[in-house]
Structures are given as structure tokens and as C-alpha cells.
């Protein structure tokens, strides 16, 4: 198993739908879990920090789920802007290097 | 958060030659990594680079074809050595951990270096 493993997609959803995608990790003892949101040609950019069941901020909704070892984000009302790849990533071993999964493309259509 | 500037921000090499690429940061941090982002590919780390000592390399990626420097805690260099076609990709540095007791617990990336071989 992947320590990090993504829904490629794409997710190609209309302004306004609730999109949710997950991302499962093999590290039972990760305590920190991230996503990160990158555009086209740039760099990855934090979107969310997840320490604990979950955090919240907007549209955007994280969740842990430790029994299966999954964390999803959930993003409603979608825009025309959130149209990007959505990077999850977990410490390595090493502590504080991120494993990255490989992406789910999120494509909103008007 | 910091910030992170890399130059050059892209480059165009011949194979066989080599490119050092620089990172910068405007507050000093503990630490600094070194990622590559392959054409639709997600981010795979080369290397974390300690300040005044040799890098921590990880699988797959040995000192010699990716020599790394820290002389102190605000820049770091990658050198991309004797280069393929197959080096092309984006060369990202992030940064975790302000020093100074402002602790930064997630890592910010520097805005990449696009490299092309021929």
C-alpha cells in the first residue's frame, strides 16, 4: 500500500455542487495530516491543517476519519476558482518532510 | 508565513551540463527541503538540507548527481549535476519551522524552478 494515495479524478462538477474526495494513508501513527491546493504551473499552497477529527474554514471542511485511515475534504458551493489539483500530504518518517499523494484534479464548470 | 523566492524561476539546459539552483528566505527557519514535481507527477523529496552539514538524502537520490548546500538558515542550494532528459521537472524548496520562537508547524513551498533538458 501507498503511504499516501489519491482519487486522481477528475472531478468535473457545476458552480455550486458539494464536491468531497479522500485520501487514505498507511501510517497508522500520522498525527498531522494536510491539504494543499495547486494551481496550474505554481507551486502547492497550504489549504488545511488536520490535527484532530477535523478542522473547518469556509467552504472547506476536513475530516479524519483514524479507523480507516482516510481524510477527506469536502468543499461546497464550488467556484470557478477552485478549480485546481488538491494535494494530500502526510509527515514521513522523518518527521517533518510531507509523502504527497499524487492529486485529484478538480475541474468547476459553469 | 515566509517568504520563499528560488532562482532562476526556469532554465533550459543541455544535457551533460549542470544547474545550481538558489532558495531564499526572508526569516530564518529550521528547516528546508528539497522536492521534485515530474510532469503530472506529484511531489517527491530529494533531499533535507541541514545547515552546515551534509544533506539528508532519501531513496533513490545520492549526493553526487544532487549535491546540496546550507550555509545558514535563511538559504539553501540544489545542483542538478550532469543532466539528462530525464531531470526535467520542477524543482521545488519548502521551509518548516520559523525560527526565533515563532513556530510554523505546516511547510510553505518556494515557487519552483522549471527545468528543461535537451
Known amino acids: 500500500r501507498k503511504e499516501v494515495e489519491q482519487d486522481p479524478g477528475p472531478f468535473n462538477v457545476p458552480e455550486g455542487a458539494t464536491v468531497a474526495f479522500n485520501c487514505t494513508y498507511s501510517?497508522?501513527?500520522?498525527?498531522?495530516f494536510f491539504w494543499y491546493r495547486q494551481d496550474c504551473r505554481k507551486e502547492p499552497k497550504l489549504l488545511m491543517s488536520?490535527?484532530?477529527s477535523g478542522n473547518e474554514d469556509g467552504r472547506f471542511t476536513a475530516q479524519l476519519n483514524r479507523a480507516s485511515q482516510y481524510i477527506s475534504l469536502l468543499i461546497r458551493d464550488s467556484k470557478l476558482s477552485d478549480s485546481a489539483t488538491y494535494l494530500c500530504?502526510?509527515?514521513?518518517?522523518?518527521?517533518?518532510?510531507?509523502?504527497f499523494g499524487k492529486g485529484t484534479s478538480l475541474l468547476v464548470t459553469p | 508565513s515566509a517568504v520563499i523566492s528560488q532562482k532562476p524561476s526556469r532554465d533550459i539546459c543541455q544535457r551533460g551540463t549542470s544547474l545550481t539552483i538558489q532558495c531564499q528566505v526572508d526569516?530564518?527557519?529550521?528547516?528546508m527541503f528539497w522536492y521534485r514535481q515530474q510532469p503530472g507527477q506529484s511531489l517527491t523529496l530529494i533531499a533535507t538540507?541541514?545547515?552546515?552539514?551534509?544533506?539528508?538524502?532519501e531513496s533513490g537520490f545520492v549526493i553526487d548527481k544532487f549535491p546540496i548546500s546550507r550555509p545558514n538558515l535563511t538559504f539553501s542550494t540544489l545542483t542538478v549535476s550532469n543532466m539528462s532528459p530525464e531531470d526535467s521537472s520542477i524543482y521545488l524548496c519548502?521551509?518548516?519551522?520559523?525560527?526565533?520562537?515563532?513556530?510554523?508547524?505546516?511547510?510553505?513551498f518556494g515557487p519552483g524552478t522549471r527545468l528543461l533538458v535537451l
Open positions: 519548502s521551509v518548516y519551522g520559523l525560527a526565533g520562537g515563532m513556530v510554523q508547524e505546516t511547510q510553505y
Open positions: 501510517n497508522s501513527a500520522s498525527q498531522s
Open positions: 488536520v490535527y484532530s
Open positions: 500530504a502526510i509527515p514521513g518518517g522523518g518527521g517533518y518532510a510531507l509523502n
Open positions: 526569516s530564518q527557519v529550521t528547516m
Open positions: 538540507a541541514n545547515q552546515g552539514s551534509e544533506a539528508t538524502y
